[in-house]
Nanobody, 116 residues
């Protein structure tokens, strides 16, 4: 059974940067794609970015393109989300997710707050 644990969230000023991490266990990590989602306060959860299993293919939501970078280290079973030029509208709980065995698995989430 896949387990996902996110970390790295916190409070940051507008224009600042944060790096989120997601460690996976219970699966052969390298063969699966990994995605980041976020849920702003009072809104629906939305997709942010995906990195494919080979690690070289990435896609981003238009709202974060050019500011966020998703990457992975298969040796550490870890996925990263480097966030730069943060805006107040990036405030949300961020989740990593993997689609394994026909089921979408989620981590517990990590809070990111962008505020002065």
């Amino acid at each position: 059974q896949v387990q996902l644990v996110e970390s790295g969230g916190g409070l940051v000023q507008p224009g600042g940067s944060l790096r989120l991490s997601c460690v996976a266990s219970g699966i052969p990590f390298s063969i699966y794609g990994v995605s980041w989602y976020r849920q702003p306060p009072g809104k629906e959860r939305e997709w942010v970015a995906t990195v494919i299993s080979a690690g070289s293919g990435t896609t981003y939501a238009d709202s974060v393109k050019g500011r966020f970078t998703i990457s992975r280290n298969n040796a550490l079973s870890t996925t990263y989300l480097q966030m730069s030029s943060l805006k107040p509208e990036d405030t949300a709980v961020y989740y990593c997710s993997m689609f394994v065995g026909g089921v979408r698995a989620w981590g517990q989430g990590t809070q990111v707050t962008v505020s002065s």
